[in-house]
């Protein structure tokens, strides 16, 4: 089935300063990978996804990319603001209905 | 709102006992999802089902069951509790393809 790797666990930078966050999956079938961002005491919240028919989607500060051949994907927020804080998920799936496997997450800490 | 409702938002029970954790899903979603979230396991995908039916298992425990209704909601049964079975349970839904609508977690505590 299918795998995904998440990397960094954890990520400080400063107010302003861009923050990457990348995975890795293992299922070539895969085909829709979204992003996930959970706050404390809540459920995670969708922030943007992209499917395999397109290279880079981006959604103001927020930007995602697909390398299909590498099978890795990466979320990109720039201008980092303190309200970014939070845990921050990759998943994948193969969209044909069947569930997201997610990544083990990153706790993104952006200091003022 | 996320639109996703589960119920309770936190259970404390003991060892052995059973609990039922409850969702209803977003407005026209069919396809429900539970989800384990643990500290050092990230989310583990327990279950879903779509319009009333299984459709995949992930890493569900056997002393757990899960059922869609009629209406749409879904329950997630746990039995014989063990102290190990402390974590959020999630339950998500979506349309069939597309993006999951997480609800905001039920908190279980074995004790």
């Known amino acids: 089935g299918e795998n995904v790797e998440q990397h960094p666990s954890t990520l400080s930078v400063q107010e302003g300063d861009s923050a990457v966050i990348k995975c890795t999956y293992s299922?070539?079938?895969?085909?829709?990978f979204p992003w996930y961002k959970q706050e404390l005491g809540k459920g995670p919240q969708l922030i943007i996804d992209i499917r395999s028919n397109v290279g880079e989607k981006k959604d103001q500060r927020i930007a995602v990319t697909l390398n299909k051949t590498a099978k890795h994907f990466s979320l990109h927020i720039t201008e980092t603001q303190p309200e970014d804080s939070a845990v921050y998920f990759c998943?994948?799936?193969?969209?044909?209905?069947?569930?997201?496997?997610f990544g083990k997450g990153t706790t993104l800490s952006v200091s003022s | 709102d996320s639109g996703v409702t589960q119920t309770p938002k936190h259970l404390i029970t003991a060892t052995g006992q059973r609990v039922t954790l409850r969702c209803s899903p977003r407005?026209?979603?069919?396809?429900v999802y539970w989800y384990q979230q643990s500290l050092d396991q990230g989310l583990q995908f327990l279950i879903q089902y779509y319009n009333g039916e299984e459709r995949a298992k992930g890493n569900i425990l056997e002393r757990f069951s899960a059922q869609q209704f009629p209406d749409l909601h879904s329950e997630l049964n746990l039995s014989s509790l063990e102290l190990g079975d402390s974590a959020l349970y999630f339950c998500?839904?979506?349309?069939?393809?597309?993006?999951?609508?997480f609800g905001s977690g039920t908190r279980l505590t074995v004790v």
């Open positions: 998500a839904s979506s349309v069939l393809r597309g993006g999951y609508t």
């Open positions: 299922d070539s079938a895969s085909n829709y």
């Open positions: 407005s026209g979603d069919l396809s």
């Open positions: 998943a994948a799936s193969d969209e044909a209905g069947t569930a997201l496997i």
